[in-house]
């Protein structure tokens, strides 16, 4: 079964964030698997994240998911396709929501298009932003019966494209899974997300910046738990099936910061009050049962505080890969007061 099944996967976006945290982890863990990439390095991708990989493992692709030709023809040659490549950052959707339509949108239902011609195996990346918020009184936490209802731009079109793959599921048949997984942390983050960008700002000496009142709560999960997730997904969940993703790891943003605060040896109060995000979702919260019993799928990075120290480390170790990106970023949330 499973693991055999693939020898040549294509991931879509591998040169962000979690995509190449995956592609490591495939490389690393599945040793018959050839991983293609097919990423169209946007201000988010920077082909070093996949820097390490041996050239016999992997083929890098640098184009669009909305190129239906070029998608095509990578899809005669792949026996599934793996799909991180997005727009995922809610402030810019907020502030430029056109790119997320077309790349959530166009780019999905043009990967799904290619699946349904060539009966390509198809694992579609989504997030829990798709159920929109809870209160943070509320004992209720997600589950894959809990309605949509997307707050932002960003999270609208990562739930439209959700209904794209169920939509080609049913009416065309492909070998489809969807995988909503709450917020990610670990090496190789964008330094516009709030865990990185909080840890840069210390290391270049300004202060960190927290939105509202910072009791808004995100449930976190180190990037490599959902790449070990992913590819018990990919391998043994069931076709038209959505599995939810998370590690019980529910935190304020404040307390986030204040761990960060601590192991970088600042004071608690070391940071920036500033403008709220508008439509701020005010608690996200996974309940993985399904993917604990159905699959056996388990975390591994249960400590917090040791992740983080890594994660801290990691940025430390390596300005070189952020240190170019840094003063456009801040200088994009000042101009929105953030
Ligand atoms: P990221 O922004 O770090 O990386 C996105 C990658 O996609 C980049 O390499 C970029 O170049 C590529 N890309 C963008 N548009 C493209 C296009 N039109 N064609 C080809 N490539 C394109 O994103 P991330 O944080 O790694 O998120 C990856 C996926 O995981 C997304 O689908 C996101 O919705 C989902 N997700 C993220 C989180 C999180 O905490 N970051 C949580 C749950 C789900
Ligand atoms: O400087 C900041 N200060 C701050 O307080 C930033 C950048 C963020 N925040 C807050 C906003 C959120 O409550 O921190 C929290 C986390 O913010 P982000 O890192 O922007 O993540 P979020 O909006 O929760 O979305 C993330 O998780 C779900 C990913 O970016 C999405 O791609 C994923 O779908």
């Given amino acids: 079964m499973a693991d055999a099944e693939f020898k040549n996967i294509i991931v879509t976006g591998a040169a962000g964030f979690i995509g190449s945290n995956f592609a490591h982890w ?86 799904l298009e290619a699946a349904h011609r060539h009966g390509t ?31 932002s731009p960003y999270s609208s079109t990562k739930a439209s494209s959700d209904m794209l793959v169920r939509a080609w599921v049913r009416t065309y048949g492909v070998k489809a899974t969807i995988s909503n997984c709450s917020n990610n942390y670990g090496p190789r983050q964008h330094i516009e997300k709030f865990i990185p960008r909080q840890i840069t700002n210390i290391l270049c000496g300004i202060r960190p910046k927290l939105y509202g009142d910072g009791l808004n709560v995100r449930d976190w999960i180190h990037t490599e738990d959902h790449s070990s997730a992913v590819w018990e997904i990919l391998t043994r969940g069931r076709i038209g099936e959505t599995y939810l993703i998370g590690a019980d790891g529910e935190r304020s943003n404040i307390d986030v910061l204040r761990s ?31 993917l604990r019993t159905e699959l056996g799928w388990l975390p591994k990075h249960t400590d917090f505080a040791e992740g983080l120290a890594a994660t801290i480390a990691w940025y430390a170790d390596n300005e070189a890969w952020w240190r170019g990106a840094k003063e456009a970023t801040e200088a994009k949330y000042a101009a929105q007061g953030q």
């Fill in 26 to 111: 495939v490389v690393d863990n599945q040793p018959d698997v050839h991983v293609t990439v097919l990423d169209a390095l946007t201000y988010a991708g920077n082909r070093e994240n996949l820097a390490g990989i041996p050239e016999k493992r992997l083929t890098f692709v640098h184009g669009d998911i909305c190129d239906g030709p070029l998608v095509d023809e990578l899809f005669k040659r792949a026996d599934a396709c793996v799909h991180f490549a997005a727009e995922s950052h809610n402030d810019n959707s907020i502030a430029n929501p056109a790119p997320f339509l077309r790349t959530n949108v166009e780019g999905t239902y043009t990967l």
């Fill in 121 to 151: 195996r198809f694992h579609h990346i989504s997030t829990d932003e798709v159920y929109g918020d809870l209160a943070l009184d509320d004992p209720a936490r997600f589950t894959e019966e809990t309605p949509y209802r997307p707050s």
């Fill in 260 to 290: 960060i605060l601590a192991a970088m040896g600042k004071e608690p109060d070391d940071f920036d009050w500033v403008r709220d995000r508008p439509g701020h979702d005010r608690r996200y919260a996974i309940d993985s049962t399904k």
